[in-house]
């Protein structure tokens, strides 16, 4: 079983930044790549990025690429979100999620979920 806890949401102003932070635990989370999604009111969750297990690979959607960076810490069981140059647009609760494989953007490919951190950026 793995555990995921994020942390780091808040109210920001457009243009500005935020970090959220993903902390892993769990005897079977070794391998695991890790991924962050997003869901607005009314609308369906969608993926916002992802990184393998080792870091060294890293995928975004279209729609923040060049504004928002993924990277994980050296013990591998936290994963960071640098959110910058935030839009209105980004406001969404932000979830973390594990799963097997590197790359995959559907939410039902993903095994474990976090419970979620508002992410909030005033026009």
């Known amino acids: 079983q793995v555990q995921l806890v994020e942390s780091g949401g808040g109210l920001v102003q457009a243009g500005g930044s935020l970090r959220l932070s993903c902390a892993a635990s769990?005897?079977?989370?070794?391998?695991?790549?890790m991924g962050w999604f997003r869901q607005a009111p009314g609308k369906e969750r969608e993926f916002v990025a992802d990184?393998?297990?080792?870091?060294?690979?890293?995928y975004f959607a279209d729609s923040v690429k060049g504004r928002f960076t993924i990277s994980r810490n050296s013990a591998r069981n936290t994963v960071f979100l640098q959110m910058n140059s935030l839009k209105p647009e980004d406001t969404a609760v932000y979830y973390c999620?594990?799963?097997?494989?590197?790359?995959?953007?559907?939410?039902?490919?993903?095994?474990?979920w976090g419970q979620g951190t508002q992410v909030t950026v005033s026009s």
């Open positions: 769990g005897r079977t989370f070794t391998g695991y790549a």
């Open positions: 990184i393998s297990w080792s870091g060294g690979q890293t």
């Open positions: 999620a594990a799963t097997s494989r590197t790359g995959l953007v559907s939410p039902s490919r993903y095994d474990y």
